[in-house]
C-alpha cells in the first residue's frame, strides 16, 4: 500500500476524501459514506510513512512543531487539500480531492441568481454550510465567472489554495496563508493596498477577519467568503454575536450596508445512489431585508425568503421539498438535512 495508489483509488471511485488515521483501516468518503479500503488498522508508522511523501520538508517540520497543518499537494491528476493533525500521539490526516478543471455555475446546478451575485461590483457574498458541502467549489465558480467576463483584479486568500485559476480577462492573485502571508487578518489589513476590485476571503474565521472582510466590502470591492452555518439567518447572526455587545448595534448597520447576498447549500445522497445533489437557500439583501438587519430581528428574515419569490430567494427546506418531489431525494434525507423539523413534516405530509 502506497500514496499514489490510495489517491488513485479516491479519483477512480470518485470520493470526495481520504481518511488516514492510525489504528483505524484507510477509508474512502464517497457520496457522504464512509467506505473501508481494508479491514485492518493503520500502525501509526504506516500512516506516517504514507502521508510524508506528500508533504515539503519545511511544513513536515513545522507542523510537527505546531501539531496542526493544513496544506495542499498536487500530482498528475488532481489537486489535493490536506489536513494534517495528531490523534492519540500519532498523525492522522484528511486529504480531499480537488479537480483541477473548475466547474462553471451550470455544471453546479446553482441557481442562476448566483451567476447574478458574481456580476455585483460591490458588497458581501457569502457561501455557507456545513463542512464538505461545495462551498470551496462554489466559491471557484463564481471566480472562474468573473476572471472569464470582467477586466478587473482579483485577490484571493486562502487555507491552502485549492482551485489554480488561470488568468483570463482578469488579473488574479492567489495567497495562501502561511506561504504567502502569516495570516488572514494580516493579509485583509494590506489587501486594499494592492487595489483589488474582487476579494476572496476562503473562511470568515474571527472577529479580525469578519471586521476586515466587511470594511473591504464597505469601500467598494466586491467580496465572497464562506462560514460554516446552516443558512442565511445563521449567518448574519453569527457576524453579529462574533463582536462585543456595545459593537453589534454599529455591525447590524454595516450588515444592511454591505450585504449583497447569501447562498447556503447542502449536498443530499440521491435516491438512486448515483451521487450526491445540491439543496440551496438563497437570500437577496432586499431593501426590507436591510431594514430587518437593522432592527435587529433577523428571525422575520425566514418569512421574507419564503415570500421572496420574485426575487430567486427560496428557503432550504422549500429547496429540499422540491427535491423530494422530483424524486431526487427520499424523505428521510428530506427530513434529515431539513432546518425546521416541524414544518418539513408537514410539507411532506401535505398539510402545507
Same mark, same amino acid.
Given at each position: 500500500?502506497d500514496?499514489?495508489?490510495?489517491l ?6 470518485k ?9 483505524n ?14 479491514q485492518?488498522?493503520l500502525?501509526a508508522?504506516?500512516?506516517?510513512a504514507?502521508v ?12 510537527k512543531?505546531v ?6 499537494f498536487e500530482?498528475?491528476?488532481?489537486r ?12 492522522? /490526516? ?23 451575485f ?11 454550510g456545513p ?6 467549489t462554489?466559491?471557484?465558480a ?5 476572471? /472569464?467576463?470582467?477586466a ?19 488579473v488574479?492573485?492567489?495567497?495562501e496563508v ?10 485583509l ?7 483589488p476590485d ?7 474565521r474571527?472577529l479580525e477577519?469578519?471586521?476586515?472582510a ?9 467580496? =465572497? ?10 449567518s ?6 462574533v463582536?462585543p ?7 447590524r ?6 450585504l ?9 445522497p440521491?435516491t438512486d ?10 437570500l ?7 431594514n430587518? =438587519? ?19 430567494? =427560496? ?7 422540491n ?25 411532506l405530509?401535505?398539510?402545507l
Amino acid at each position: 500500500m502506497d500514496i499514489k495508489n490510495l489517491l488513485a483509488q479516491l479519483i477512480k471511485s470518485k470520493g470526495s476524501d481520504l481518511l488516514l488515521a492510525a489504528y483505524n483501516p484507510p477509508c474512502l468518503r464517497i457520496n457522504n459514506a464512509l467506505v473501508k479500503i481494508e479491514q485492518r488498522n493503520l500502525t501509526a508508522e504506516e500512516t506516517e510513512a504514507l502521508v510524508t511523501p506528500i508533504i515539503r520538508k519545511h511544513e513536515l517540520e513545522e507542523f510537527k512543531r505546531v501539531k496542526e497543518l493544513d496544506t495542499s499537494f498536487e500530482d498528475e491528476n488532481s489537486r489535493y487539500r490536506i489536513n494534517l493533525h495528531y490523534q492519540m500521539g500519532a498523525i492522522g /490526516a484528511t486529504i480531499r480531492r480537488v479537480p483541477k478543471e473548475i466547474p462553471n455555475l451550470e455544471e453546479l446546478k446553482l441557481p442562476p441568481i448566483v451567476k447574478t451575485f458574481a456580476g455585483f461590483e460591490r458588497g458581501l457574498i457569502l457561501v455557507t454550510g456545513p463542512t464538505g458541502c461545495g462551498k470551496s467549489t462554489t466559491q471557484a465558480a463564481m471566480i472562474n465567472l468573473i476572471n /472569464a467576463t470582467r477586466a478587473c483584479h482579483i485577490i484571493t486568500i486562502e487555507d491552502p489554495i485549492e482551485f489554480i485559476h488561470t488568468p483570463k480577462l482578469a488579473v488574479i492573485e492567489q495567497r495562501e496563508v502561511g506561504f504567502d502571508t502569516i495570516y488572514f487578518g494580516e493579509a485583509l489589513k494590506r489587501v486594499l493596498r494592492q487595489i483589488p476590485d474582487v476579494i476572496l476571503v476562503g473562511e470568515m474565521r474571527d472577529l479580525e477577519s469578519i471586521q476586515m472582510a466587511m470594511t473591504a466590502a464597505e469601500t467598494g470591492h466586491l467580496v =465572497i467568503s464562506t462560514l460554516h452555518t446552516q443558512d442565511a439567518v445563521q449567518s448574519i447572526d453569527r457576524i453579529i454575536d462574533v463582536f462585543p455587545p456595545h459593537q453589534q448595534g454599529q455591525i447590524r448597520t454595516q450588515i444592511s450596508m454591505t450585504l449583497g447576498g447569501i447562498v447556503s447549500q447542502q449536498l443530499v445522497p440521491k435516491t438512486d445512489g448515483s451521487g450526491l445533489v445540491g439543496a440551496f437557500e438563497i437570500l437577496v439583501a432586499t431593501p426590507a431585508i436591510r431594514n430587518i =438587519i437593522r432592527k435587529g430581528s433577523t428571525q422575520d428574515i425566514y418569512s421574507m425568503i419564503e415570500l421572496g419569490g420574485q426575487y430567486q430567494m =427560496i428557503t432550504m427546506d422549500a429547496s429540499l421539498y422540491n427535491l423530494y418531489e422530483k424524486r431526487l431525494i427520499g424523505r428521510n434525507e428530506a427530513m434529515a438535512h431539513a432546518i425546521n423539523h416541524e414544518r418539513m413534516e408537514k410539507l411532506l405530509s401535505g398539510k402545507l
